[in-house]
C-alpha cells in the first residue's frame, strides 16, 4: 500500500511515500528555520504562508523522487495535531483537497505518536515498548502495546525539554533552534561543575518538570535580577561548563525515569522519539542506563517530516480505518494519550 504522508504542524513542510508503512520511497522536507531564525523562534503566520507556498513545490519532488503518479497513491496520511492552528489548517487542507479531488482514502494522525513510529520503521521491535517523545512541545513516556496503541503514563508539568533547550540556549547568545548548538556548547564543558536540581513532580513518579531547571540556568547565566537577553555574569569558558551541567541534569532525569518505568510495566524495549533523540549526549545517558535494546530514529527521522506521518497513517487505516474529509477539524491541542 502506497501512503502519501504530508506534515505542516510548526515549520517544516513535508511530503513522503511510504510503502506498507515501512519501505521509505522519498522524504521530501523543506525548513523554515531561516525564515524565523532572526525572530529567535517560530512566528505563526509567517509559517502558515510558506507551508501554503511550498507544498506544491513539495509533493512534486515526493511523487517524482519516489517514481510514483498520485492516482497510484492508496492512502493521504496528514498530521491533524497539535501543532500550530493555522499551519495544521494548511497541511490538513491541502491533503482533504487531494483526497476529495482524487478520490482517495484519508487519515488524519496524531503527530506526537508519529514521531515514535519513526523508531519502529526499520526494525522489528519487541512489544510492549516504553516510548520516549522528546520533542521541542512534548516530553512523555507512554506504553506502545502494538505499532498503533499507546498508553500515556507520564509528561511534562510545564516546559518540553526542546523548548527548555531552545529557551537556555538563548540565554547562552545561540541562535535559535538552539537545541543542537547547546549540545555543541557543551562538548568542551564540565557536566559536574554546576549542580543543579531538577524539578519535583509530586505524586506523579513519571511526570517532568523543566521550568525550574530553566529558572535556575536563568539565574546561573545572568544573575538572580537578569533577563534572557541581559549581559552575563558567567565567562564564555563558564557557559561550556554551564550547558554540559544543564544536559547532565535533565538527561539524568529522563534516563532515569524512562528506565523506572519500563521496569514498572514490563516493557521489552524503549523507542524514543521526538527532535532532541539527535542529540549525541542523551544516546548515551540512556543506553548507559538502562538494559533493554533502545530502537532511536535515523538521523532524518528525527525531526519533523513526512515519512514518520506516513508511516504512522499506515497502523492507524489498518486499526480504525479512514477519516471523513468532511469532518475531519486541525486539533491544535489535541492530547498524547487519545486513543
Ligand atoms: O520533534 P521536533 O522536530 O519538533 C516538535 O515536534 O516539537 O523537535 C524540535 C526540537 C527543537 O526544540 C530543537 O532545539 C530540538 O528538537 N533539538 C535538539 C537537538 N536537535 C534538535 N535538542 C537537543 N539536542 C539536539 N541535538
Ligand atoms: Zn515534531
Redo the contacts with the bound molecule.
Sequence with gaps: MLVLGIES??D?TGCAIVEDGRKILSNIVSSQTELHEVYGGVVPELASRRHIEIFPTILKQALAEADVTLKQIDLIAVAKGP?LIGALLVGLNFAKGLALSQGIPFVGVN??KA?LTAAMMEKEVPFPALGLI?????TALVVVKSEGEFELIGQTQND????T??KV?TMLGLK?????K???LAKGGNPLRFPLKIGRTGDRPYDFSFSGLKTAMLYLIKGQNGSSHGPDVISEEEKKDAAASF?HVAFTDIANKATLAAKEFGCKSIIV??????????RIYLEEKCQLPIFWPQDEL????GAMIASHGYFEYKRKGTSDPFDLEALPRIPIGEK
Excluded: K, M, W
Design positions: 504542524t510548526c517544516e501543532g503527530h506526537v514521531h522528546v520533542s521541542g512541545g512534548h518540553a525539554i526542546g523548548e533547550f531552545d540556549a535559535y533552534p538552539g537545541g543542537p547547546l549540545e555543541l544536559q522519539g521526538g527532535g532532541v533523540s539527535r542529540n549525541l549526549t542523551l528525527c525531526l519533523d517530516n
